[in-house]
């Protein structure tokens, strides 16, 4: 089974790092103004995780 990403919300800072590197597309800002993942289309690469400057992003 392919991991996941998951945005732990209250360290995300909605600077969009995550949403400009995800080769998938699956990484939004949302209404909240933190970043969302689409599941359907993460691919559980884990460029996001590797790139978030407050570790906000899990793989699970």
Same mark, same amino acid.
């Not at 800072?13 to 949403?19: A, D, F, L, P, V």
């Not at 996001?48 to 906000?56: G, I, L, Q, R, S």
């Given at each position: 089974?392919? %991991?996941?990403?998951?945005v732990k919300k209250n360290k995300c @800072?909605? *600077?969009?790092? *995550?949403?400009s @590197? *995800? +080769?998938s597309g699956a990484i939004i800002i949302g209404e909240d103004g933190k970043?969302? @993942?689409n599941k359907k289309k993460c691919k559980g690469c884990g460029s996001? %995780?590797? #790139? *978030? +400057?407050? #570790?906000?992003i899990e793989l699970n």
């Open positions: 089974m392919t %991991k996941k990403a998951l @800072i909605s *600077c969009g790092t *995550c949403t @590197i *995800c +080769p970043a969302e @993942i996001c %995780k590797e #790139n *978030c +400057p407050t #570790n906000a």
